[in-house]
Nanobody
Framework: HVQLVESGGGSVQAGGSLTLSCAHS????????LGWFRQSPGKQREAVAV???????YYSVSVKGRFTISQDDDKTTAWLQMNSLKSEDTAMYYC?????????????????WGQGTQVTVSS
């Protein structure tokens, strides 16, 4: 499994920005995609953004155009740049990794998870 540690969460007013970081142990060719997920109380966890090893990105409809997922060339850090934050973005955000041949669109393919970082957006 890949070790993942999130940071960068915090409290911000609506319309503000935050950047989350996901530091992960080098994984060579064993990871096919990294994803950011979020979960708020009483709601199911949802995928927010995914990046594949070739740099292809996917976003949920609710964050497209506001959030950007990226990764460094060494593949040791991934980021989630969040702009124009809304109160409904309030959640615990998790970084997760799926295997090389995984279906990046399936949450159950993500076998390595970080502990999460809290994002709170006040209106």
């Amino acid at each position: 499994h890949v070790q993942l540690v999130e940071s960068g969460g915090g409290s911000v007013q609506a319309g503000g920005s935050l950047t989350l970081s996901c530091a992960h142990s080098p994984y060579g060719g064993s990871v096919g995609c990294l994803g950011w997920f979020r979960q708020s109380p009483g709601k199911q966890r949802e995928a927010v953004a995914v990046i594949e090893t070739d740099g292809t990105t996917y976003y949920s409809v609710s964050v497209k155009g506001r959030f950007t997922i990226s990764q460094d060339d060494d593949k040791t850090t991934a980021w989630l740049q969040m702009n124009s934050l809304k109160s409904e973005d309030t959640a615990m955000y998790y970084c997760a990794a799926a295997g090389f041949r995984a279906d990046c669109g399936r949450e159950d393919e993500y076998r390595s998870w970080g502990q999460g970082t809290q994002v709170t957006v006040s209106s």
